[in-house]
Nanobody, 126 residues
Framework: QVQLVESGGGLVQAGGSLRLSCAASAGTYSSISLGWFRQSPGKEREFVAAISWMSTYYADSVKGRFTISRDNAKNTVYLRMNRLKLEDTAVYYC?????????????????????WGQGTQVTVSS
């Protein structure tokens, strides 16, 4: 069982930055891969970014603006979001799955991740 706790959401003006954090329960972090997803009202949950032991992956909509990273000493994964746009407004979820690597493009699929955090709201204003 992996427990995930997100933090760092909030209200920011368009063009601004935020950093989301997701702390994973100790003892499991070194053997898991993690992802960030987001969901807006009336829309399906969509892939944002993912990180395995060796690689990072991004949705086209955030590539070049968002950076995913992990601090293995703190059992924490981060999502640094720069140049935020109105359309980035959503609830952001951290997710985890067992194993250090993803197969193919599985990192994009929500059903690939059995463990989810509670979500944190990000609101970008004009």
């Amino acid at each position: 069982q992996v427990q995930l706790v997100e933090s760092g959401g909030g209200l920011v003006q368009a063009g601004g930055s935020l950093r989301l954090s997701c702390a994973a329960s100790a003892g499991t972090y070194s053997s898991i891969s993690l992802g960030w997803f987001r969901q807006s009202p009336g829309k399906e949950r969509e892939f944002v970014a993912a990180i395995s032991w060796m690689s990072t992956y991004y949705a086209d909509s955030v590539k070049g603006r968002f950076t995913i990273s992990r601090d293995n000493a703190k059992n924490t994964v981060y999502l640094r979001m720069n140049r935020l746009k109105l359309e980035d407004t959503a609830v952001y979820y951290c997710a985890a799955r067992g194993g250090r690597y993803f197969g193919g493009s599985s990192y994009q699929r929500p059903d690939e991740y059995p463990y989810w955090g509670q979500g944190t709201q990000v609101t970008v204003s004009s």
